[in-house]
């Protein structure tokens, strides 16, 4: 919302509340907490970030806060979750954070899916009966490569090179769904396009500490580090999901590896 894209913002929520109705067995309500240290300030870097601009980091006041909360609230409007409110530190409930730091915890709702491998699982069996009622063929192929002939996909094991193709297809579209190698992909394809996710890497820490695990008490918290970067703090299962540092990052993603001062970092914050 802060950067204007505002579309982005519609897109995302709106496909979250139709998780959340179609698909609660994989997809749950999560309340995230961010906690604020005061009344006013940051409306001036956001207003230069919302005109395209670029800001120092400056700590968010409460009344900005509320406001972009209300502004989520209305894209949101929707769903079934509760609309964001805020309350005081230590209020019954509330995720314990420091009270000599902050005043108020201002509180919104989103979703979280622990398991997506499951849910992959389950649209795949979905297509797979879609494709049995209408009497078409469903094939599904894993462990294996394509590669875009002119106007035919080849499919072929992986590793194997050269020979005849397991399958030839004549695609009526290709889904480019390759997650941080997705501009990696377009190369490939000799598709010419601006890079649409950038190279940044972004890490984080799965903890099992017990203590910590008791003190969100199945809530979610999203605090801004002293450089601006926004950290989440979360519930993940048994244990606690700590990110994200977001640095530069041009290689393969597969080599992508936290370094020891980005986990220092977020042990900090």
Do not use: M
Request: net charge negative; charged share 25%; aromatic share 10%.
């Amino acid at each position: 919302l802060e950067y204007g894209e505002f579309s982005l913002v519609r897109e995302s929520l709106e496909e979250r509340n139709r998780l959340l109705r179609l698909a609660p067995q994989y997809v749950r309500p999560l309340q995230l907490a961010i906690p604020v240290g005061k009344r006013t300030g940051g409306w001036l870097p956001s207003i230069r970030r919302f005109l395209g601009g670029h800001a120092p980091a400056t700590e968010r006041g409460l009344w900005l806060v509320r406001a972009g909360l209300g502004f989520y609230d209305l894209y949101a409007r929707d769903s079934q979750l509760p609309r964001h409110a805020a309350a005081r530190i230590g209020s019954a409930g509330s995720v314990p954070v420091d009270p000599h730091r902050y005043r108020w915890l201002c509180t919104y709702w989103d979703a979280q899916i622990l398991y997506p491998e499951r849910f992959v699982v389950a649209l795949v069996e979905d297509a797979r009966a879609l494709a049995d009622e209408q009497g078409v063929e469903f094939a599904l192929y894993t462990y294996h490569r394509v590669q875009l002939v002119r106007d035919r996909a080849e499919i072929r094991r992986t590793g194997e090179r050269g020979g005849a193709p397991v399958r030839s297809v004549q695609p009526a579209a290709v889904v480019n769904a390759t997650g941080a190698w997705v501009d990696r992909t377009l190369t490939q394809l000799d598709v010419i396009t601006r890079p649409l996710i950038g190279g940044t890497q972004g890490s984080h820490f799965l903890t099992f500490h017990r203590p910590l695990a008791e003190a969100l008490g199945g809530q979610g918290v999203y605090a801004e580090a002293e450089d601006g970067r926004p950290v989440f703090v979360l519930p993940w299962d048994q244990g606690t999901l700590v990110g994200t540092t977001d640095l530069p990052f041009t290689g393969d993603p597969a080599e992508a590896v936290a370094a020891d001062d980005e986990l220092d970092y977020l042990v900090g914050v």
